[in-house]
């Protein structure tokens, strides 16, 4: 089963820019997609962002749209979510995953990383 660590997050002023890194034992899945998550308190853990193995359709969510970046170096094992013109709407913990599935729903993913906290304050 792939491992996932994290690295990345942390406090920083709207319209600000940060990136999570997600280092994985191997991206050679062959199958399903990656993703990035993220759940702020007292909500229900949403998609970001996630790529398909196979093709490597992104998915955004509209709420990121234009202002996130997912990429992949398949050299290095690692998927990034570069995140600019951050807001406090934005603030949260943040997941990377893996899972069989295809579409951006946490119910699909079945290997999470440890998580992040990225906080968008004044």
């Known amino acids: 089963q792939v491992q996932l660590v994290q690295s990345g997050g942390g406090l920083v002023q709207p319209g600000g820019s940060l990136r999570l890194s997600c280092a994985a034992s191997t991206l050679d899945l062959g199958y399903g997609a990656i993703g990035w998550f993220r759940q702020a308190p007292g909500k229900e853990r949403e998609g970001v962002s996630c790529?398909?193995?196979?093709?490597?359709?992104?998915y955004y969510a509209d709420s990121v749209k234009g202002r996130f970046t997912f990429s992949k170096d398949n050299a290095k094992n690692t998927v990034y979510l570069e995140m600019n013109n951050l807001t406090p709407d934005d603030t949260g913990v943040y997941y990377c995953a893996a899972g069989p599935g295809r579409r951006c729903y946490a119910d699909e993913y079945d290997t999470w990383g440890q998580g992040t906290q990225v906080t968008v304050s004044p």
């Open positions: 790529m398909r193995n196979i093709g490597g359709r992104t």
